[in-house]
């Protein structure tokens, strides 16, 4: 709730519009209807909808609390269908409207002890594109990006042992934040806003049996 509420701050200092801040739950259906009917009341319509929360855990498939897998499946691809489902209604009544979707490399590219993590964003892959071939007609845009490394607390929330190398590799979010919004402002269906991902993306697609063999040997070392 603090950082909401610096965050909301922030955007007024830089010269935004003042924000409207509601902590929300987005795994729970009741807290989405709520959020959404506050949006409505504050400013009559959503444009855009970015669906952006993320939750992920680091460490072998094995060892996890389901439960743990649970709040995952429920945030990173519930959430988005109950975001979608509660804004997609008006913005069809009015013929237009932005639907943005923030995968991850993950969901082009299975990354090893994130397997419930990689399996989300692979459903969300499917979820916009679904979605694309269905609301085109009726004017409203889908926007899928799958961004590779970025810098913020997610590795360290996640508990991944690799947070130095993730930093170093990483692009700020400021980054990613401007290739999201570029690639809207174009029309673009699908985005993967780094370079290093978009190379392993292809090497997967092309080469299947050697980054197979690769990825098992790294493996090893995690």
């Not at 922030?10 to 807290?31: K, N």
């Amino acid at each position: 709730t603090q950082a909401l509420a610096e965050l909301g701050s922030a955007i007024e200092e830089s010269g935004g519009r003042q924000p409207l801040v509601v902590p929300c739950d987005i795994g729970d259906l009741a807290q989405v209807s709520a959020l959404h009917a506050e949006v409505e009341a504050q400013w009559g319509r959503a444009d855009v909808l970015i669906n952006n929360a993320g939750r992920g855990y680091y460490h072998s498939f094995a060892d996890a609390d389901v439960r743990e897998y649970e709040a995952v499946v429920q945030t990173n691809l519930l959430g988005a269908i109950y975001c979608t489902r509660a804004f997609l209604p008006g913005m069809l009544a009015r013929g237009r409207g932005r639907l943005v979707f923030i995968s991850s490399i993950a969901g082009e590219f299975p990354v090893p002890k994130h397997a419930v993590y990689s399996a989300t964003k692979f459903a969300l892959n499917g979820l916009a594109e679904s979605l694309d071939y269905e609301l085109a007609p009726q004017g409203i845009g889908v926007h899928l990006v799958g961004p590779g490394l970025v810098h913020t607390e997610f590795a360290a929330r996640a508990g991944s042992k690799h947070l130095p190398v993730q930093k170093k590799f990483a692009k700020s979010a400021e980054e990613v934040a401007t290739a999201i919004a570029d690639a809207v402002a174009a029309g673009k269906h699908k985005s993967v806003p780094d370079a290093a991902a978009h190379l392993l993306i292809k090497l997967r697609q092309h080469l299947p049996r050697l980054t197979r063999f690769v990825f098992r040997r790294v493996c090893r070392r995690l």
